[in-house]
């Protein structure tokens, strides 16, 4: 029984049965990844290279070896640091072509393998504490992918890093059924641990199943036998995103570079992992920075917006908080976080975004403007450099990105005194935050400057 169960356990996990099935009747992508290598701009033959979207894993290679040694140290000083360039002097052609890729990759392959094993046998077992002990190695294991795998895969390109994930939970498969041969009084256990297992990692809880299974041939009626894609929460968005914009290899790679971030903060780094809820794909923001290439433009767009949402808001509802004025925070908050993502994922953007938010002070929309400058805080506060730790170094670091006399208004003290001051003299699109703290803390004297506001308007 268990040498022709595990003769079959390899079939448990297969890249290409986690994956949706993709099909494209012509791989665009492909075609402009060989413009782009022609081309001059290092920071999109960057992100060809880092995304991999090219059956050839050799194309970028000898694309780059083909280009001449002038062009090639141009590329190579613009992804260096100032105190490098010494070094680099001595490297060959073919070494700084080396260079350039490994800079432009993700991180090379580390096999980790699955750590967890089943405690020992004891009857004060807990099944709860078992299934989140493998939820957690699972999902540990799935921090570990890079989202341009994930990317890579989707398309129906080779992924090293899943390949790996997938074989570590036949692993855990493996243990699992040597453990219950070894152990068949904790056959009841391990059913209520797979229990347990059905609203976390997929790929654990099909490993207990087929385990289970394995031992108790028929026993097991009740337990669900799941027949969706392991990872269709993930590829079938990244595979919409190409069947809905071909031909856009330059913003489609900016977009994916953001989703990069977004994914890393939404699953590496989630206390609790959802396994099912489809990845949020929506660049919006981005989209419209792409769209406006003039930051005027680009705050004369968000402007518009606001005024249409804010059109919507009176006292009443600013009293109540209702479902309207909830949305606005919900805006407010998604943009702040997205303009933390641009400036993550494309730095390049940031002075794009800075003369943005001077815009937007001059047009007196400070919903917009408090979002942005709330993100660029984020981003400087996040990417200080190591033994930075003073409150004066931060407020530094959002200083070197936002002029004082901006990066005031979003000082929280004494409920954004500054921002209120200012407010009261140049009324606009309001940052709701402190005028509703005002009202619940003075009546309708803290509403008064935003009620004539929307009055007027």
Known sequence: MMASDSGNSLQIFQTRAEIPAFFVSYRWWEDEATTVFWAFDI??????IRFGLFRDENFPRTSLRSRNADTIDTFLIALSEPHEYQLLDSLSHMQRVEEILR?????????????????????????????????????????RIDFEEFVRAALGYNALFIDWFLQQHTALYLILLNYLQAHPEDVPLYSNVEKHLRSRSPFA??????????VQPGGNRNMPHPKTTGFDFIAGPIQAMFQDQP??????????????????????HAANMNWKAPFDTSTAFLEDCLSYTSPTDLALNMKGLDEHHFTEINRNMLVADDATVRQLFVHWRTLSISVWECCCALPDLIPHLQECVQNLLAARNYHSLMAMISGLRNYSISTMRAGVGSDSAATMALESLITPEIASLMSP?????????????????????????????????????????????
Request: hydrophobic content about 40%.
């Open 103 to 143: 800079r432009s990759s993700i991180p090379p392959f580390e096999a980790i393998p699955w750590s967890w094993f089943p405690p020992q046998s004891s009857p004060t077992l807990d099944a709860l504490e078992i299934a989140t002990a493998i939820e957690t190695e699972s999902h540990l294991h799935f921090s």
């Open 247 to 268: 031909g856009r290899l330059s913003d489609m790679l900016k977009m994916l570079s953001v989703l990069a971030i977004r994914f890393r903060r939404q699953y590496a």
């Open 413 to 457: 003290a004494h409920n954004y005194i500054n921002y209120r001051r200012h407010y009261k003299k140049y009324p606009g699109i309001p940052f709701l935050i402190p005028h509703i703290r005002d009202f619940k803390q003075n009546g309708d004297a803290g509403l008064e400057p935003v009620l004539q506001f929307l009055q007027r308007n």
């Open 43 to 48: 920071q999109e033959i960057s992100r060809v």
């Open 205 to 214: 809880h099909r490993a207990l199943l087929r385990s289970l299974l394995a």
